[in-house]
C-alpha cells in the first residue's frame, strides 16, 4: 500500500480521486492547497502526488516545480490532473517536474495505469 498525497482545491474531485486512490487499495493524504501540499510532501513523504493545475494562491505548476526541484521532495512522482488540456499546458507540466499529465476527468483505469507505472 503506497500513501498518496492528492492536492485539488475543488472537493468533489479530491472526494473522487481519494475513492477511487482508495478502492485500489492506496492510503490518501488530503489538502485543496498547493502550498500546504508542499509542505505535506516534505513532512510526509508520500510515495506520490496526484496535483491540480488552478488553485488560488499557489498553482499546481509552481507547486510541482518547488517540489521537484527540492533535494527532499525531488523522488515524489507527480501526476499532474487537470481540466487544462492545451498541449502547452501539458509540455510546461512536464518541464516543471511532473511525470505525467492526465486531463479531467479522469477515469478509473487511468488513474490506476499511472499509479501502477510509478509506484514500486
Do not use: C
Not at 30 to 56: F, H, N, S
Amino acid at each position: 500500500m503506497a500513501r498518496i498525497l492528492i492536492i485539488d482545491d475543488s472537493p468533489s474531485q479530491l472526494y473522487g480521486m481519494q475513492k477511487i486512490v482508495e478502492k485500489l487499495g492506496h492510503e490518501t493524504i488530503l489538502t485543496e492547497d498547493g502550498k500546504e501540499g508542499i509542505q505535506i510532501a516534505r513532512e510526509q513523504l508520500p510515495d506520490l502526488i496526484l496535483m491540480d493545475v488552478v488553485m488560488p494562491d499557489l498553482n499546481g505548476f509552481q507547486a510541482t516545480r518547488k517540489i521537484s526541484k527540492d533535494e527532499r521532495t525531488a523522488h515524489i512522482p507527480i501526476i499532474i490532473v487537470t481540466t487544462k488540456k492545451l498541449e502547452t499546458d501539458r509540455v510546461w507540466g512536464l518541464r516543471q517536474g511532473a511525470k505525467e499529465y492526465l486531463v479531467k476527468p479522469v477515469t478509473e483505469k487511468a488513474l490506476k495505469d499511472v499509479l501502477s507505472n510509478h509506484l514500486p
